[in-house]
């Protein structure tokens, strides 16, 4: 099921969510004209690997500013124009009515925030890897687990594909597109934790659980005074 829209309009110009889908696209537009070696290259430096982490949590080794920041700029990097489009579409969606709520820099912290807890669940439950883990999912999860709260009775009408190629919409209200979108993630989280985690699938499935618990639990926290 595609989400197409909401059927709650903005109050205010969602200015952050502009800027981070800006930001976001100019990233990995100016990165897709660089080679692939150093595409690659960049990626492994700014991209979050559970690997690295991990071994500095056991070895009881201090974190440098270098092993911290890529918690940060891993959220904003992505690894296909697809991933890119995706991601974006879903943040412009849910992003507009959450920063609504929180004002502007309460949004972009609460966004920071709940893409560095997505970060911590995917290293939790993938700590072995080596594979960088990349994407604004895991943050724009958070901004979907806070629309799961404020807003549990708007409608979003979605794209339904069918087998004789006749596209169907339907309104379905946010609380229940939402609640089975987590699900389908914790489905996939506990399958593919079983056969390899996200090095088999290629997607975090438990960053986007934690970005969407994160954003449950902790939007109240940056609601605008009334």
Known sequence: M????????????PLITVLLIIINSLIFFTLSGTSYRAFVRFTYKYGLI???????????????????????????LHGSTLHLISNMWILWLFGDNVEDRMGHIR???????????????????????????????GAIAGVM????????????????PTFFLVPIFLQIPAVV????????????????????????????????IGGFVSGVLLNRFFLKRR
Do not use: C, E
């Open 145 to 160: 687990g806070a629309y799961f709260v404020l807003f549990p009775s708007a409608r979003i009408i979605t794209l339904v």
């Open 2 to 13: 595609f989400p197409i829209r909401d059927n709650i309009p903005s109050r205010r110009p």
């Open 50 to 76: 559970p690997a690295k982490i991990m071994k500095l949590v056991v070895s009881g080794a201090p974190f440098s500013s270098g092993d911290l920041y890529p918690f940060i700029t891993s959220i904003f």
């Open 177 to 208: 597109y939402l609640f089975l979108w987590f699900l389908a993630q914790l489905y996939s989280g506990t399958v593919y934790s079983v056969i390899g985690g996200a090095a088999v699938s290629g997607i975090a499935w438990w960053a986007h």
């Open 107 to 137: 949004f972009l912290i609460f966004y920071l925030l709940s893409g560095v807890i997505a970060g911590v669940f995917h290293i939790v439950f993938n700590p072995l890897s080596r594979v960088p883990v990349v994407g604004a999912s």
